[in-house]
């Protein structure tokens, strides 16, 4: 979609005109829900007795959009991106690798993705900077609930197992966004992420554990 708003930009704003909204920033939080892997993917190993795991085959290829709960993220967001939209341009969109670190606020058993949502900020001039935003609104999940929703990265834990984690521990990593080559409005988004333990007596993660995801 920011591809129109930076053409239209390109082609219509006056020198001095501005952009509403001003300024958009991307982020990410964690995501743990015990009921909704239970409903959505081991339900299909046994359906009233039958295997029907091949049903899972591509249940990690894509990106989910939904509404998720408050309470199935155990984290807070961080900002891996910030896009000004007086400037960005079209070649900003393509990410090739965001760093981002998020502290875990509650024990999780095992993390079984990631969100990504964005907030967005309305300024009063062009050279005003987030921070001036006298108006903003949030597309995440502790905000009230919008017509975007949250993008759902789900973990495929059977080849990327991030389990045990502790108040305190960090998940840092990396994210990627790339467009499709025969549709501009696709996306591949990669995630490469660790775990930094809190305590310096627990076990570090020295594997980089990384998965990709496609938003058609």
Known sequence: MLDSV???????LEPNGLMIPSHATLRVSLFADDDYISDKITFWNSVYGFKMSSMLAKAYDDIIIRTVKPDAVPSRSEAFVQLP?????????TINGASFKVEVEQDVDQLHGFLI??????????????????TS??????GPETHWQQALALINTSKHSTADLKTGDHICGDIMFRKGV????ELQIKITWRVERAKSDEKQSALTAGQTWSMR
């Open 137 to 142: 609104f949030t597309t995440g999940p502790l």
């Open 6 to 12: 930076i053409w239209a930009r390109d082609h219509y």
């Open 117 to 134: 949502h964005f907030d967005i900020f309305f300024t009063t001039n062009r050279e005003a900077d987030v921070s001036d935003a006298r």
């Open 85 to 93: 939209l007086h400037t960005v341009q079209k070649d900003d969109l």
């Open 182 to 185: 025969e549709n501009f409005r």
